[in-house]
């Protein structure tokens, strides 16, 4: 795992994007894995600057969402087809209909959820996976206990993620009990891996990341197991990190190789 840490959340958040334009440049037909969250705005607002400054196309790639809350349809204003339109489709080159996200509003979501997974497969699995963490240390929304070898399914939304996720609702009651998820067995055969994430709060699910036990209580742990993962981190988000002296001295202020 490289582990790269920043002194702000902006130069982390630089990093994540000049690594995804990197990726594009060099295979610019490659198949994204993205996230949404608070955590990626910025990412994509680098992302959108950069194509308008003619450093980056997505006209050949295609894009694979993680999740999207079930009975949400994708003109629901909270929906995460909603939140990507807004935040990035809407504003770069993407070809028509080369963007995916479950649909939340399928009448049967286990069906829909296996038939994102084998599309996923038919597209030859993601060449990039963008990651945000969330503080309880789930993936997409594999919220803890869920099998590391899982594949896209139906899950059930804990207290805690919901409480998160409400600032993007009117109420807490709106927020959706149920998600289709990307498993963390569809994630792990990702040919490389970027996870983002900056702040305190996220500080305690990066240590169980990074350096605790492999372990279903920290689904994002299972990330341990990939080949190519790049953890992107701000200071404070590294701040419960046992070697974060030996991360910084491999990767001074997260510089990092492109
Ligand atoms: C959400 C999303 C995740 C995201 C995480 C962190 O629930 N399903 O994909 O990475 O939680 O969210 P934020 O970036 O808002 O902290």
Redesign the pocket.
Same mark, same amino acid.
């Given at each position: 795992m490289r582990v790269l840490i920043h002194p702000t959340p902006e130069l982390a958040i630089d990093c994540v994007a000049d690594l995804m334009i990197a990726r594009l440049a060099r295979q610019p037909d490659a198949v994204l894995g993205l996230? /949404? %969250? %608070? /955590?990626?705005e910025a990412v994509y607002a680098r992302l959108i600057a950069a194509h308008h400054a003619g450093r980056v196309s997505f006209a050949a790639a295609r894009s694979f969402n !993680?999740?999207e809350y079930v009975g949400l349809a994708p003109d629901h204003p909270c929906s995460y087809w909603t939140y990507m339109r807004e935040h990035l489709f809407a504003q770069v080159d993407f070809a028509a209909g080369r963007t995916a996200l479950p649909r939340g509003d399928a009448a049967d979501p286990e069906a829909e959820a296996a038939r994102y997974e084998a599309e996923i497969a038919v597209a030859g699995d993601i060449s990039l996976q963008l !990651? %945000? !963490? %969330?503080s309880n240390g789930?993936i997409?929304?594999n919220e803890p206990t869920s099998s590391l070898s899982s594949l896209t399914r139906i899950k059930t939304l804990t207290h805690s /993620?919901r409480a998160?996720?409400a600032r993007f609702f009117d109420r807490f009651d709106d927020v959706p009990r149920l998600a289709i998820t990307m498993g963390i067995g569809t994630i792990l055969r990702a040919d490389e891996v970027l996870l983002l994430a900056y702040g305190a709060g996220k500080a305690e699910a990066a240590a169980a990341m990074i350096e605790g036990p492999l372990a279903a209580a920290c689904p994002a742990s299972a990330l341990q197991l990939h080949r190519k993962v790049t953890v992107v981190l701000d200071e404070a988000a590294a701040s419960r990190l046992a070697l974060r002296d030996y991360y910084e001295a491999v990767h001074p202020k997260g510089r990092a190789e492109i």
């Open positions: 996230a /949404t %969250g %608070g /955590t990626m !993680l999740d !990651l %945000g !963490l %969330g789930h997409g929304f /993620t998160a996720n």
